[in-house]
């Protein structure tokens, strides 16, 4: 079975998210699934598989399988462009999955990927003494969709962020994201997933389906130039549509390897 490791929202090797990207001939188990992504340990392993019409994609972390990863799903598109395993054999620039978040489409526009993702709908939350200490920061805001998003005061805050991880995987939501209003950029943000067994996801992709309606209602404008400011960094071309998300980005492709199954 082919394995690629791709570098998702950048344009550079070594920085922007790693994700690895399988394309197996024939449906494999959960557990086995599962299991690859704990080898490979990184903090997605995306899973293509070929129907007669289209692409069924899966994602799982190292803790389990999860119902949406943007960076992942960048990867995926990027190998299949590349290698042009479209179901029509014909170059195309736009593939559709079905996933278990529903039908996500992904369009090549120059040399961004754009995903078309559903936005998270956030209902605002109390900012919690408990919040505060396994931030290790208190937050201006606090609103709860599929994650914890939780906005700080200042970029420089959101970057010095050091959680306690025990800690933030007592609080509510999936993952744990943080943001500020940027200074080169928009927004900043960072991503925890300690429940997942990620401490800090590199680029979080599905993080900024909450991310990028806040900010965009906040700053009133629909374009949203995002950066996250973990120590690899990655930069998110995003924009509201609807009650959906448009997140574009850059890949590269890292290694490709046949797995001995």
Not at 129 to 136: D, L, N, P, R
Not at 184 to 207: I, N, Q
């Amino acid at each position: 079975m082919k394995q690629y490791i791709v570098d998702a929202f950048t344009d550079s090797l070594f920085s922007g998210n790693p994700a690895a990207v399988c394309i197996p001939d024939s449906r494999l188990s959960d557990k086995l699934m599962l299991d690859i992504a704990k080898e490979n340990n990184l903090s997605e392993t995306a899973f293509v598989f070929k129907t007669d019409t289209d692409f069924e994609l899966w994602w799982f972390t190292p803790g389990g399988e999860i119902d949406l990863c943007g960076h992942a799903t960048l990867a995926a598109a990027r190998i299949l462009m590349d290698k042009n395993m479209n179901k029509t054999g014909k170059d195309t620039k736009r593939l559709i999955f079905r996933t278990r978040s529903g039908r996500l489409t992904v369009e090549k526009v120059g040399n961004i990927y754009e995903m078309d993702f559903p936005a998270y709908d956030l209902a605002e939350a109390e900012v919690t003494e408990e919040i505060a200490v396994a931030a290790g920061a208190r937050p201006v805001e606090a609103y709860m969709g599929r994650d914890l998003l939780c906005v700080f005061d200042s970029e420089e805050t959101v970057r010095k962020l050091k959680p306690d991880m025990e800690k933030v995987k007592m609080l509510d939501g999936l993952l744990f994201q943080a943001t500020a209003k940027g200074k080169d950029f928009d927004c900043v943000s960072r991503t925890f997933a300690p429940k997942l067994g990620v401490r800090e996801d590199p680029v979080c992709g599905s993080g900024h389906c909450h991310i990028v309606p806040y900010w965009s209602e906040k700053l009133g404008k629909d374009k949203i130039l995002a950066y996250q400011a973990s120590s690899r960094g990655g930069v998110l071309y995003c924009r509201v549509k609807g009650d959906r998300v448009i997140l574009g980005g850059n890949a590269v492709v890292y290694s490709e390897a046949e797995l001995l199954l």
